[in-house]
């Protein structure tokens, strides 16, 4: 049999848990006909309290097991794992083409604001290493960026706890005493993979004028852009159904369930590869 030709190779997406579902359902509607091969490091989940040393080894190990499954481009569709990760990952495994979600999350909320003062709400890990505002910088030097670390929220999505009371409860407590001191903030950026699922209970606290973006749909488009001047994109047109495989690192019962919040369809468990990093 001839080795598959690389634009034919499917592309490789990691996450610390099911977050980065919320960014694998805009690549499977953005690109129809490509293949994905998606892993949740549930076993080591958060990623977001961790040291930076900590998520490089992590992003490390997790990256390896897509590379040796033979991909073609591989997404970090975790923000505190593209914040501290990004460049090793793209060093390592040079020359494969690896995208982060930060860049294309900082290049939709500048598109959003208007008035130019943006509120990144993200992991611990993430807020303390400043990529955000790096990377919003970089794109509109005047901004003025603010950032607070939302914990919770990870446990809150993993635990499909996505709306009422006490989702409600915890995003007044990280987003009251901010709002209340800088009313100037007109875009809120979900600096985290996890909190797209949180939009319903943060919709009830963040004023309506105030746009909340995530990096889901700006990163579907810079994956397809990037496959497109690499030549790398699918030749097999729109096939039916998703093509995605799943793999995690533990509890695939539980990946299915709260998983399928964040794809947006059923998962099935035995949908789901366990495999040991
Ligand atoms: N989904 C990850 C991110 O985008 C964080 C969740 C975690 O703490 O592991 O930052």
Redesign the pocket.
């Known amino acids: 049999m001839s080795e598959p030709q690389p634009r034919d190779l499917p592309i490789g997406v990691f996450?610390?848990?099911v977050?980065?579902l919320t960014v694998l359902r805009e690549l499977e509607a953005r690109l129809p006909g490509e293949r994905f091969i998606y892993l949740g490091d549930t076993a080591r989940?958060?990623?977001?309290?961790k040291g930076p040393q900590t998520v490089v080894r992590y992003a490390e190990q997790a990256a390896r097991v897509l590379v040796q499954r033979r991909i073609k481009l591989l997404i970090i569709?975790?923000?505190?794992?593209?914040?501290v990760a990004v460049d090793h990952l793209a060093n390592v495994f040079a020359p494969l083409p690896v995208v982060g979600?930060i860049d294309p999350g900082a290049a939709a909320a500048c598109e959003a604001s208007r008035s130019g003062t943006i509120l990144v709400l993200?992991?611990e890990?993430?807020v303390k290493g400043g990529a955000y505002t790096r990377a919003i910088h970089a794109r509109r030097p005047a901004a003025h960026v603010l950032a607070a670390s939302c914990?919770l929220f990870?446990a809150l999505a993993e635990e499909g706890l996505v709306e009422g009371e006490i989702a409600e409860l915890v995003a007044r407590r990280y987003l009251d005493p901010v709002l209340a001191t800088q009313p100037q903030v007109d875009t809120l950026v979900l600096?985290?993979?996890?909190?797209p699922v949180l939009r319903p209970a943060l919709s009830r606290v963040v004023p309506r004028d105030v746009e909340v973006v995530d990096s889901a749909a700006t990163t579907a488009t810079v994956v397809a852009e990037r496959l497109n001047s690499q030549t790398l994109d699918s030749r097999r047109g729109q096939v039916r159904g998703p093509q995605t495989q799943l793999l995690a690192t533990d509890a695939p019962d539980r990946f299915a369930r709260v998983g399928a919040v964040f794809l947006g369809r059923p998962i099935a468990v035995d949908e789901i590869e366990l495999v040991d990093l």
């Not at 989940?45 to 309290?49: D, V």
């Not at 600096?191 to 909190?195: D, R, Y």
């Open positions: 996450d610390s848990g977050g980065g989940l958060p990623y977001g309290t569709a975790c923000n505190t794992a593209t914040a979600v993200a992991t890990g993430t914990p990870v600096g985290c993979t996890h909190f």
